[in-house]
């Protein structure tokens, strides 16, 4: 059965602090990618990766940084967490071609203080 | 850019109705379009996913159409469940996936 993984569910961090979310697949895919969820805004990309040490930035990079040093591990990193990082966090993983459907973990809700 | 709009925002019909969501996009030049559920505080499941050479896509008692010339999708839902209560969302497939704000439906027993 099909896994995407995440660190954690919840996350509570005070404004300042570096925060890492993980994410990991055991699919072997090579696109990863991490999304941000918010009410009446949808999925937002903010980052994604086609394969290990390979990054591209989504539509609201800034404050984030990503990490991808193995095909399965692929990591969101906030920098300095502020309030406006408060969300929801939703990894995926995809594999190639057009039949592919994304695979999504759990999901990590991060309230930052 | 892609932009991926989904009309009703939310939805509340009585237990046994057949009812359509919409999914509209901005570039036709899409691999794929698909439809996805998320329960509260999850993360998304796939239902269906439509390549751009076809028309639709059928399970149980859902049902999806790809209109890629006029850049629509529907989702059918056939005699409504209180479980299918859930937020669903489209997702076009332009290299990379751009999402609706989903349809929330409330589905009362």
């Known amino acids: 059965d099909v896994k995407v993984t995440q660190s954690s569910r919840y996350l509570v961090k005070r404004t300042g602090e570096k925060v890492f979310l993980e994410c990991v697949q055991d699919?072997?895919?090579?696109?990863m990618f991490w999304y941000r969820q918010d009410p009446g805004l949808g999925l937002r990309l903010i980052y994604f990766?086609?394969?290990?040490?390979?990054?591209e930035k989504g539509d609201i990079p800034e404050g984030y940084s990503v990490s991808r040093e193995k095909k399965e591990r692929f990591s969101l990193i906030l920098e300095s967490a502020s309030t406006n990082q408060t969300s929801m966090y939703l990894c995926a993983s995809w594999g190639q071609g057009a039949k592919e459907t994304q695979y999504f973990g759990p999901g990590t809700r991060l309230l930052v203080l | 850019k892609q932009e991926v709009t989904q009309i009703p925002a939310a939805l509340s019909v009585p237990e046994g109705e057949n009812l359509v969501l919409n999914c509209s996009f901005t570039d036709s030049a899409i691999y794929n379009l698909q439809w996805f559920r998320q329960d509260p505080g999850k993360g998304l499941t796939s239902l269906l996913l439509i390549q751009s050479s076809q028309r639709e896509q059928t399970s149980g008692r859902l049902n999806a159409s790809l209109d890629k010339s006029s850049g629509r999708s529907t989702l059918y839902i056939a005699a409504s469940q209180p479980g299918d209560s859930a937020t669903y969302l489209c997702a076009v497939d332009n290299n990379d996936m751009r999402f609706g704000a989903g349809t929330r439906l409330t589905v009362k027993p």
């Open positions: 990766s086609y394969d290990v040490k390979m990054k």
């Open positions: 699919m072997d895919h090579e696109n």
